[in-house]
């Protein structure tokens, strides 16, 4: 079941660039789209959600944009700080907000200085 | 953010035995959610509760699965006869009044031995 993909395992990013982090999905159904970030032994801690009825949503340094005709999202992270170093992971979910949430694979993230 | 903590940590235990992993909220909200994650995958949907009652469940919740709120605040997952592969991180997860984004504990890593 991939109905959520994060296709590169790892992305490393000089500290003070943009980093660009990017979902796929297969299900037309999903309505709303949500990055979560991970520390080691910690849970997922919410970032930054998107309605299916927007391309664009910001908060600060952050910036998710959606592609629905492509079924693609992507994370702006700018400028990019050594504390953003985490596990990204992309989730959806159906119509209504008590949805489950299915997960992507995850995206390791590493700023370097 | 709304809080939630979940005991125990870390849980070791034999193939075979019960275990009860607890999930205790702050405040009160309506909707609950059990993931796992095992090591090195994504984190995928168990469970979710609404109104003291399951709502919806995956195709992992089988038989040796079982979620209640016995005393109204505690949220609790217990699996019968554990397996080697029910090793994993467990996360609550819950939907506060008037959120649309699902918030997480910080886990408890399950070990079957």
């Known amino acids: 079941d991939q109905q959520v993909k994060q296709n590169s395992p790892s992305l490393s990013v000089q500290e003070g660039r943009i980093s660009i982090l990017n979902c796929d999905y297969t299900?037309?159904?999903?309505?709303?789209f949500l990055w979560y970030k991970k520390y080691p032994a910690e849970g997922p801690t919410f970032l930054i959600s998107?309605?299916?009825?927007?391309d664009k949503n910001e908060d600060g340094r952050f910036t998710v944009f959606l592609n629905k005709s492509a079924k693609h999202l992507s994370l702006h992270i700018v400028p990019s700080q050594p504390g953003d170093s985490a596990v990204y992971f992309c989730?959806?979910?159906?119509?209504?907000?008590?949805?489950?949430?299915?997960f992507g694979q995850g995206t390791r993230l590493t700023i370097n200085p | 953010e709304p809080e939630v903590t979940q005991t125990p940590s870390h849980q070791v235990t034999q193939m075979g035995q019960e275990v009860i992993l607890r999930c205790v909220p702050i405040?009160?909200?309506?909707?609950f959610y059990w993931y796992r994650q095992i090591l090195g995958q994504k984190v995928e949907f168990l469970v979710s509760?609404?109104?003291?009652?399951?709502?919806?469940k995956s195709e992992i919740f089988d038989d040796q699965f079982s979620v209640e709120r016995p005393d109204g605040s505690n949220f609790t997952l217990k699996i019968r006869s554990t397996k080697l592969e029910d090793s994993a991180m467990y996360f609550c997860?819950?939907?506060?009044?008037?959120?649309?984004?699902?918030?997480f504990g910080p886990g408890t890593r399950l070990t079957v031995l």
């Open positions: 405040s009160n909200h309506l909707y």
């Open positions: 998107i309605s299916s009825i927007k």
């Open positions: 299900n037309s159904m999903f309505d709303y």
């Open positions: 997860a819950r939907l506060p009044l008037n959120y649309n984004e699902q918030f």
């Open positions: 989730a959806a979910s159906g119509v209504g907000g008590a949805q489950k949430l299915v």
């Open positions: 509760f609404y109104n003291n009652e399951i709502s919806e």
